[in-house]
């Protein structure tokens, strides 16, 4: 009886609250709203622009813009209020020569900006699974 009612009630409500308690939100909220998503953007793009081995494609850009269009991309992938009003990656990126090289090294750089801000490792992988697939769009296959 005792371990029919563990089986039934307490293990599901244990095993409800941890998940809420590690994963409350949306990963909009847990990744620090707008002003986390801000920060995030403007660090990516501020330190990819300036790395040697992937500042070759932000040359002509107005920085300013594309910090603003990467804060509406991640808000609005992570569950935020907003709305991206950017192009599509492909157009975007197209004709740039986007190396598989350079689309990891971006990553490293989130990667990191996301450690030095204590974000959890499954919100990390949720962002970055999130953004995988723009993969293809961006990167060009060199033939």
Sequence with gaps: ?????????????????????????????????????????NELIDQSAQDPDTRRS????DIVR????????LCELTGGPCHYTGDTMQHVHGGL????????????????????????????NALLALLAPMKRDIVEERK
């Design 1 to 41: 009886m005792l371990s029919t009612y563990l089986a039934r009630f307490l293990l599901p409500a244990l095993l409800l609250l941890t998940c809420s308690q590690t994963h409350a939100g949306t990963l909009y909220e847990r990744l620090g709203g707008d002003a986390g998503l801000t920060d995030i953007a």
């Design 58 to 61: 932000f040359h002509k850009v």
């Design 66 to 73: 594309l910090k603003r269009l990467l804060r509406e991309q």
């Design 97 to 124: 020569g986007i190396t598989e090289g350079e689309f990891y090294g971006m990553v490293d750089h989130l990667r990191a900006i996301l450690d030095a801000r204590g974000i959890a490792q499954a919100d990390k």
